[in-house]
């Protein structure tokens, strides 16, 4: 085909136009090339040089700082300190970690078993891993190690920050502790974060600690290092500082949480204190107490197998964990029931001969003769139980049971703090589906007065008082910031509880208190701006056979410890104008209102003077015992040395 010159001309065109785009490729891959090749060998040759001589360059994370945690007055009371450690890298190290650790225990102690125990780790945990092989090192041991860094592959030594509370034992509880992470903890988390595998690297174990993590975690920096083929460091190239975790602000007063340690003293018990208007819970103290920092450096075998076999459980937070019968502080609870339902009113009565007979059986009131006629308000000051009998089998247990949880009873509180109970507060269903069994009548008289199957811990007990004293649904917080950032104060709905039966509930707890025959008389608070309203509790931890009561019921001091009865008490104050609510638990400590009744009024008294209580708060023949404890106590202040109470 003959091709006309126009064609031709084209045809020339379009192929000196794919020529030059070729070319012009051609140029641009060839000046990338020279200006990569001038980069290597100018600007970069000392970099690439030392890598040519079996150098390389490693990124390292930086463990962050921990974030603080300050009480409602900004104390802290859990901070860093520094610490001083050592750590080794089997592949740094050449992988044979052996002799390494035989020339390092030249410098530091490295006992027989330490060693076996540090080979058996390095056979376990990735070649790439740190392992600590020891921790808070002084700094001459510290310097020692440093100046011989040359002649150790693999180790590093390290200077960080290391969890402390100053305050030891005071909010052990609550506060929990950090450890070093484990396989266990790691199994747990589905993508564990990378910080997580550095030897130094503190996680929360349980309490605070533990449900704040993400909180007080805060964000690994990282550095770039030079190594050689040894894996020995030879430079820092770049560091970049991690982000501190966030500071949080608890609504605990450290003050307030010493002196209800010190006040419960050696007493295995749990104390509560809450803020009827915020819901802010001021005080959590579980006794006896343990020094968290002790968990924090690693626990000898003997002081865990102390703390383990001790009888008074000190690992045991009793405030929230621990569920008891409630005892006669449950007794505002069946009233309002009968009061609600309309079953009784104020003026209502009960005769007390001393029991209650239910289908052949006797229901023993704890005064053995009686009370005589009772009615709503004598029943809590006198705490009669026959009048607590009648009452249940006119209301019924689903009843008492649905008032309970309106009270906050039986039900797990939403609060930041490891294993919180959920309690019992029973009703027909629960039994038929805990047991298989049919309710009874008798069940009902026993849950009346706060037995049987009814449980509660200490925090649901203070919360069930602040509901009462307030009329509100008071809803527990532990949390009064983040970074300066305030939680806003819930604003508590109204209790669906009419207000006039409230008052006949708190007319009681008042008489308990402050009449003559009240039970809790002699533990009354006599400043009238500060007048006080409570309730006693003795919960049975055994069974009182007929044959005992018609010979005479032994007395809880003739006892064995563990055999006698719980000790409860709940109270609030100022009566007229609520402000804080209390609840007090002694384990095995008798009757409430001598062993739990006390304790409670004391540090009632310390939270609304913000400070000791006032010897002329509380009646003439106790001042001077109250003068005395208090000048044995070592009272926390926020400049005192650091505190370890085991």
């Known amino acids: ?21 070729l070319a012009g490729i051609q140029l641009g891959v060839v000046t990338t090339l020279a200006l990569k090749l001038r980069s290597m060998q100018v600007e970069h040759a000392e970099e690439y040089r030392m890598l ?24 802290v009371i859990a901070g860093n300190e520094q610490n001083y450690r050592v750590t080794l890298t089997r592949e740094e190290a050449g992988g044979d970690v052996e002799p390494v650790l035989r020339r390092l225990a030249r410098l530091i102690p490295i006992s027989d078993a330490r060693m076996a125990e540090l080979l058996d780790e390095f056979s376990r945990r990735s070649a790439i891993t740190p392992i600590v092989l020891a921790d808070r090192l002084t700094w001459e041991q510290f310097s020692s190690i440093a100046v011989n860094a040359p002649a150790l592959a693999g180790v590093t030594p390290e200077s960080g ?47 605070f600690e533990a449900r704040m993590e993400e909180h007080l975690r805060g964000k690994a920096g990282q550095r770039r290092v030079e190594v050689n083929s040894a894996g020995r460091e030879m430079r820092q190239l770049s560091r970049q500082e991690g982000e501190q975790g966030a500071t949080v602000q608890m609504t605990l007063d450290a003050r307030l949480q010493n ?15 809450i803020d009827c208007q915020t819901g802010d819970i001021v005080t959590i103290c579980s006794s006896p107490s343990f ?98 009998y009648e009452l249940a089998q006119k209301v019924g247990i689903d009843r008492i049971a649905a008032m309970a949880r309106r009270l906050g009873l039986g039900q797990r509180h939403d609060l930041p703090m490891s294993a919180v109970a959920e309690g019992i507060a029973p009703d027909r269903a629960w039994k038929q589906a805990r047991h298989g069994q049919a309710w009874q009548v008798g069940d009902s008289l026993n849950a009346s007065i706060g037995q ?38 819930a604003d508590f709905p109204a209790l669906d509880v009419d207000p006039a039966f409230l008052r006949v509930a708190r007319a009681g707890m008042d008489a308990v208190m402050n009449s003559e025959s009240g039970t809790a008389k002699r533990s009354r608070i006599i400043r009238e701006e500060w007048r006080m309203a409570g309730k006693t509790g003795t919960s049975q931890v055994r069974n009182i056979t007929a044959a005992e009561r018609a010979r005479g019921v ?50 009632l008294l310390f939270a609304l003077n913000g400070g000791l209580p006032p010897l002329d708060a509380v009646p003439g023949d106790q001042r001077d015992a109250m003068e005395e404890r208090h000048n044995a106590m070592h009272l926390f202040t926020p400049d005192a040395p650091r505190l370890s109470r085991a």
């Open 259 to 273: 002196y209800a340690a010190q006040r419960m003293g050696s007493e295995s018990a749990a104390a509560v204190v």
């Open 1 to 21: 085909m003959t091709r006309t010159p126009r064609q031709t001309g084209d045809t020339g065109r379009g192929i000196g136009r794919r020529g030059l785009l």
């Open 554 to 603: 032994v007395s809880n001091e003739q006892l064995p410890w563990n055999r006698r009865d719980h000790a409860l008490f709940v109270c609030y104050a100022p009566y007229e104008a609520p402000r804080y609510a209390v609840s007090v638990v002694v384990e095995h400590g008798g009757g409430g209102s001598t062993a739990a009744a006390p304790i409670a009024r004391d540090i």
């Open 452 to 489: 049987g199957y009814v449980l509660a811990s200490p925090l649901q007990l203070a919360v069930m008082t602040a509901r009462i004293a307030s009329g509100r649904e008071v809803r527990p917080r532990l949390v009064r910031a983040i970074d300066g950032v305030a939680h806003p104060v």
């Open 291 to 388: 020094d968290p920092n002790k968990f924090v450096r690693g626990i000898s075998s003997p002081d865990y197998k102390a703390l383990m076999n001790h009888d008074h459980r000190p690992l045991a937070d009793k405030t929230v964990q621990g569920v008891y019968p409630p005892g006669s502080t449950f007794k505002m609870v069946t009233l309002l029931a009968g009061l609600d339902s309309g079953v009784i009113n104020a003026g209502s009565r009960f005769y007390c001969p001393g029991y209650t007979e239910v289908g052949g059986r006797r229901f023993h009131c704890w005064r053995r003769g009686g009370h005589g006629s009772v009615d709503a308000v004598t029943s809590l000051s006198h705490s009669c139980d026959v009048y607590y």
């Open 52 to 75: 040519a001589d079996g150098n390389s360059i490693k990124i390292r994370l930086l463990v962050p700082a921990r974030g603080l945690i300050h009480d409602r007055n900004g104390i």
């Open 161 to 207: 920050l290391s969890r402390v509370y100053p305050r030891g034992g005071d909010m052990a509880h609550v506060l929990g502790y950090v450890g070093p992470v484990s396989d266990y903890d790691l199994s747990k988390i589905e993508n564990p974060d990378p910080v997580l595998m550095l030897p130094e690297f503190q996680l929360g174990k349980v309490g």
